[in-house]
């Protein structure tokens, strides 16, 4: 029996009359959007000299410690769960290895233990990947030109360590190397860490939207070549769920998929398959493509940022991590 035809048809049925009305229509929502949605990316500077924009993700700012505690509070007054770290490296801290990534006094440990001893209850999110540390800017370690898995994996688990001791809840890694999700689960089981959770970007792809984020790392002028031997392929997306039933095999909590908007597919399939708590990572230069459309008129700040947001609730995710997090909520705030 085909469900649509079995339904009935125009006149009988009017789908307009559930939109005819704002109460009809609150009460057919099939999705809500709240602030308990939303992670916020925010990228640190080393330093007190203050807060500084970054021009290619308008409207967010390298943040220096000093003023990190009333950065992130305006997170924790809007009632948005978690916030995830990103570190400018200074480049003379930067060296092949990526040494500074499990340095348990750089940048991102410190941050974590003043959030933590300011906000007990705001979820911290930590990246791991070499990236922001290595002067090649890759995720991983590099070798005669390529860069090598199981080595990169030990590093990775030492900066796992790092960061959860100094008060990371959740890591997620987005180095995109074979078994680091298991890797790293078994390192912070042996260290007694055993409820650090694990969002893992398993299907993290090679795309040219991540350039607004490495500009802002200043590790898009230290990447050499580009990241296809680790990131996924645009073209594929059989191979995103092999990727996320290895990490949950592995031991992972939450599954993200990045980009988001280009990839809601990936996102459907995730979520259909597996129903496991799945994320979504607008990066960017999907924020920066839409706030740019702001900025210049051409686009309506209280149309689309929320509509942007409400599409991977459609698709299947229970959060997402967003440059629009505090503007959205403050949106939802306002109603
Ligand atoms: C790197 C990392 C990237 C992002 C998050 N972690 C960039 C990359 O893989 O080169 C991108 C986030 C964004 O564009 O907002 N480990």
Known sequence: ??????????????????RADD????????NTLSADDF??????KEGSGGSELIS???????????????????????????????PATAPDRKDSQGSEAINADNLVCRAARLLKSTYPALGLIGDVAL????????????????????????????????????????????????????????????????D?????????YASGFYGPFRDALGSSSALKGDKRTYQMDPANSDEALREVALDLQEGADMIMVKPGMPYLDIIQRVKSTFAVPTFAYQVSGEYSMIKGAINNGWLDPHKVILESLMAFKRAGCCGILTYFALEAAEQLKRG
Not at 39 to 44: C, G, K, M, Q
């Open 39 to 44: 992670i916020w990316p925010i990228f640190l």
């Open 1 to 18: 029996m085909n469900p649509f035809t079995s339904q009935g048809s125009y006149p009988s049925v009017r789908l307009r009359r559930n």
């Open 23 to 30: 109460w009809t229509r609150r009460l057919v929502a099939e």
């Open 56 to 86: 290619a993700i308008p409207g967010q700012a390298r943040v220096s410690l000093n003023e990190l505690i009333d950065h992130a509070g305006r997170a924790v007054e809007l009632g948005i769960p978690a916030i995830a770290l990103f």
């Open 131 to 194: 990236d922001p540390y290595t002067d090649h800017g890759h995720d991983g370690l590099l070798r005669n030109g390529r860069i090598v898995n199981d080595e990169s994996l030990e590093m990775l688990a030492k900066q796992a360590i790092v960061q959860a001791q100094a008060g990371i809840d959740t890591l997620a890694p987005s180095d995109m190397m074979d078994g680091r999700i298991g890797a790293l689960r078994k390192a912070l089981d042996s260290a007694g860490l055993t």
């Open 196 to 204: 650090i959770r694990l969002m893992s970007y398993a299907a993290k």
